[in-house]
């Protein structure tokens, strides 16, 4: 611990926390004191001081692993899981680590995997866990919810108020996890991305304070946010917009149809032939059942079965040898991926943008999953190509928000490694950097350009933030000029 960051760090919460009364103050420096001295004794992460800060339902472990992540792979090592139970908690952590310069992350859903967050024995997780509260108005035209909701909560808790609202596909995943960093999901072709449908956000800054930030509030952060939030702080509670609708409504044509490897040059043509409408979103996966490797491409059509399948013609035309689509209600849409949702063991992912879709680039990755798949213990590696309809998000201009590639890249492509321990990690490696080598090599696109949630962390900055880093990174010496947010692709 160096005293100069300490002060540092105090005298900048000092100087921008009017809302904190000067007996907190005083009981905040002196138990923030009195944990640097035991730190300082013990070399690790301190967190005796914390405790008296934070509110009775507040936990704090010092295994690092009571805050499971999705991948193992190169994955923070804490020397401490701070589980908040109020807002206010949080802010109480940050200003801690601020405080005592300890590094510091949040954790939502924990599937982030990139290999940029780097929290080791001296730094906390703040787990968010345990704040998922919602509620929502009276018009039913927007949801409140905290920071520690997964998709599932949202997902759940619109369908019971029956109204919509635009979250990610996969149960798990933190809802704001997700949404800061775009939010793609298979309502955006009809109501944008996660970030074109916030209307406000409660955060706790990189100076210890605690602000809304809306259009009209800190308009800048409100850009910055909505595509590089991690990078500016903790987003405690978020109002996003709702859509209301009646019973029909709350259904869509889903599920999926499962092709022979020898389809796969048909189906990536037809594919990418395809328009995608607004009701319409597809996600293909290469997977290993029982041993033998199948294309699963799942189909949402939001509407009937009758429309569904026309809109689909071309590409049931390709001739799946199973189809298993059908009506399904709201809470069970993302129920078929339940699968990636398993925590723990190793899953190095990397991710590529593509304009277009080149079938002889598509086989080729195939014959290295294959390849990569076929190892004993990487049975359920995975290859995920993510198409959905771009027609509303691209109503809106590209100065909107920092998500940087909303007219440029049509595609989203991911190949994950996946296997227990790392006696595979070079193998897998190998086989991730190849895959991500063939798809930039047929892009379409001029630059590298990857989805920051599906980077793998080696990506240079302008790789993940394209023409918005800039900005982004005048944003951030004027809130973050310390680099307090510093674990997900850090912006310098
Ligand atoms: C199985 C799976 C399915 C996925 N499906 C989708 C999908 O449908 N749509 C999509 O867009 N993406 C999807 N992704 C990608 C996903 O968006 C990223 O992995 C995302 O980083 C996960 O968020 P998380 O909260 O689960 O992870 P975390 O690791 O908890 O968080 C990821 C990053 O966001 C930060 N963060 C989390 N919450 C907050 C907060 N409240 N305030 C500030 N920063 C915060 C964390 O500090 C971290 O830097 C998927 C990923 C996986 C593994």
Redesign the pocket.
């Known amino acids: 611990m160096h005293l100069p960051h300490l002060f540092s760090g105090m005298s900048l919460l000092f100087s921008s926390s009017p809302v904190i009364s000067s007996i907190m103050w005083k009981l905040f420096t002196v138990v923030s004191l009195f944990g640097l001295l035991v730190s300082s004794c013990e070399g690790a992460v301190n967190t005796t001081g914390l405790k008296l800060l934070l509110s009775p339902g507040a936990t704090i472990s010092n295994n690092g692993s009571s805050a499971p992540r999705?991948s193992d792979f190169d994955a923070p090592t804490p020397g401490a899981v701070v589980t908040v139970a109020t807002e206010q908690d949080v802010l109480r952590t940050v200003q801690y680590c601020i405080a005592l310069n300890i590094p510091f992350?949040?954790?939502?859903?924990?599937?982030?995997?990139s290999t940029t967050?780097n929290l080791k024995q001296n730094g906390i997780t703040i787990n968010?866990a345990g704040i998922k509260a919602m509620s929502i108005d009276s018009a039913k035209s927007a949801v409140t919810f905290q920071?520690g909701a997964l998709i599932s909560d949202v997902v759940n808790f619109a369908y019971n108020n029956s109204v919509l609202v635009p979250t990610?596909?996969?149960n798990c995943?933190?809802t704001?996890?997700?949404i800061?960093?775009?939010?793609?999901?298979n309502l955006m072709g009809q109501y944008g991305f996660g970030v074109d449908n916030l209307v406000s956000l409660n955060v706790v800054t990189p100076l210890g304070t605690a602000i809304t930030v809306s259009p009209t509030s800190y308009p800048d952060l409100w850009y910055a946010m909505r595509g590089a939030?991690?990078n500016f702080?903790?987003?405690t509670s978020a109002v996003i917009k709702s859509y209301p609708t009646n019973a029909a409504g709350l259904t869509a044509w889903h599920g999926p149809l499962i092709f022979l490897g020898t389809s796969l040059e048909a189906l990536i043509g037809a594919m990418g032939n395809l328009t995608m409408q607004p009701k319409m979103a597809m996600e293909l996966f290469f997977l290993l059942e029982g041993g033998q490797p199948i294309i699963l491409l799942n189909l949402f059509y939001y509407g009937t079965e009758a429309d569904g399948r026309a809109a689909f013609a071309s590409i049931l035309a390709v001739g799946p040898i199973a189809d298993e689509t059908a009506i399904l209600t709201y809470d069970q849409w993302n129920a078929g991926g339940d699968g990636?949702?398993t925590k723990g063991e190793r899953k190095p992912s990397f991710g590529a943008g593509l304009a277009k879709l080149d079938p002889t680039t598509w086989r080729a990755v195939w014959n290295k999953w294959l390849a990569f798949a076929s190892l004993p213990g990487a049975e359920t590696s995975a290859v995920i190509l993510d198409v959905y309809s771009l027609v509303k998000p691209r109503t809106f201009a590209d100065s909107s928000s920092a998500y940087p590639f909303r007219h440029t890249v049509n595609y989203n492509a991911i190949a994950t490694g996946w296997y227990p321990d790392s006696t595979l990690d070079a193998q897998a490696e190998a086989f991730g950097f190849a895959a991500r080598d063939l798809w930039r090599s047929t892009s379409g696109l001029p630059v590298n350009s990857t989805y920051i949630?599906?980077g793998f962390g080696d990506e240079a900055l302008s790789v993940v933030y394209g023409q918005s880093l800039s900005q982004l990174q005048t944003i951030k010496k004027h809130y973050d000029p310390l680099y307090r947010f510093n674990?997900?692709f850090p912006i310098k």
């Open positions: 999705w992350f949040a954790q939502n859903g924990g599937h982030g995997w967050i968010l920071g990610g596909t996969c995943v933190g704001l996890g997700a800061l960093g775009g939010g793609f999901g939030g991690a702080g903790i987003v990636f949702c949630n599906n674990q997900w």
